[in-house]
């Protein structure tokens, strides 16, 4: 089922399988907690099934960004299902992960993010493309997020995606190495051939991958 959103001017599309429709937000915090749901614009989605590359991708990555943090700013890397709320759009998803730094940790509360997160990862399932390559896409742009990645391990495609000064999301390509420059953590660059191996990085790997970003700075 799609549904169309007019949000600032823009065309916002819900794609899914909607459950329930004109349910407040407050009335969805309190009745859907315990639910792999989201919540936009008083309709509640539910959410697909991961499979175990989904699995995979989303541990891999929740060890590389809080071994960063250990060692660089600070902060907290948060995964499904904490929510995050968005102020500027009618819209509260539970991000496969959410990286906050040290100015936003005031967003937490409990099990959600009040406000856009520094930086959102989407790892695509069977049935979520669509929701996490164009609806997510438009929410997390008119809502401020400043760094978006959209990883489909189906396809063994990425895209990389960072808020130009207009407020509007420019696709990032890697550079000539072949490494993704996040401008959202600065000094986070990532190999993204990484992406497309059938084995991803175990911890110790993923120790010394940081420890040779970390000496390049």
Same mark, same amino acid.
């Given at each position: %089922?799609?549904?169309?959103?007019?949000?600032?001017? /823009?065309?916002?599309?819900? /794609?899914?399988? #909607?459950?329930?429709?004109?349910?407040?937000?407050?009335?969805?915090?309190?009745?859907?907690?315990?639910?792999? =749901?989201?919540?936009?614009? +008083?309709? =509640?989605?539910?959410?697909?099934?991961?499979? !175990?590359?989904?699995?995979?991708?989303?541990?891999?990555?929740?060890?590389?960004?809080?071994?960063?943090?250990?060692?660089?700013?600070?902060?907290? *890397?948060?995964?499904? &299902?904490?929510? %995050? @709320?968005?102020?500027?759009?009618?819209?509260?998803?539970? &991000?496969?992960?959410?990286?906050?730094?040290?100015?936003?940790?005031?967003?937490?509360?409990?099990?959600? *993010? #009040?406000? &856009?997160?520094?930086?959102?990862?989407? =790892?695509? $399932?069977?049935? $979520?493309?669509?929701?996490?390559?164009?609806? @997510?896409?438009?929410?997390?742009?008119?809502?401020?997020?400043?760094?978006?990645?959209?990883?489909?391990?189906?396809?063994? $495609?990425?895209?990389?995606?960072?808020?130009?000064?207009? +407020?509007?999301?420019?696709?990032?390509?890697?550079?000539?190495?072949?490494?993704?420059? /996040? @401008?959202?953590?600065? +000094?986070?660059?990532?190999? =993204?051939?990484?992406?497309?191996?059938? @084995?991803?990085?175990?911890?110790? !790997?993923?120790?010394?991958?940081?420890?040779?970003?970390?000496? !390049?700075?």
């Amino acid at each position: %089922m799609i549904n169309v959103l007019d949000l600032h001017d /823009s065309v916002v599309r819900i /794609s899914g399988d #909607i459950i329930a429709t004109d349910v407040s937000y407050d009335d969805f915090i309190a009745g859907y907690d315990e639910m792999h =749901v989201e919540w936009v614009n +008083g309709a =509640v989605i539910q959410m697909p099934a991961i499979d !175990e590359k989904h699995d995979a991708f989303a541990a891999f990555l929740r060890m590389f960004f809080d071994g960063f943090l250990e060692l660089t700013t600070g902060g907290r *890397v948060l995964g499904d &299902p904490v929510l %995050m @709320k968005l102020e500027n759009v009618p819209s509260s998803r539970t &991000p496969d992960l959410q990286v906050l730094l040290p100015e936003r940790l005031h967003q937490l509360r409990r099990n959600q *993010v #009040i406000g &856009p997160a520094n930086l959102v990862v989407e =790892v695509v $399932s069977q049935g $979520s493309r669509r929701t996490d390559t164009v609806d @997510k896409l438009r929410e997390y742009e008119l809502g401020g997020v400043p760094e978006y990645w959209v990883l489909d391990h189906i396809r063994n $495609s990425g895209k990389f995606y960072q808020l130009n000064d207009e +407020g509007a999301y420019e696709d990032v390509e890697p550079d000539e190495n072949g490494l993704y420059h /996040s @401008k959202a953590l600065p +000094g986070l660059a990532i190999d =993204v051939s990484l992406f497309r191996r059938q @084995k991803l990085p175990g911890l110790r !790997e993923t120790l010394q991958i940081l420890e040779a970003l970390l000496l !390049e700075k």
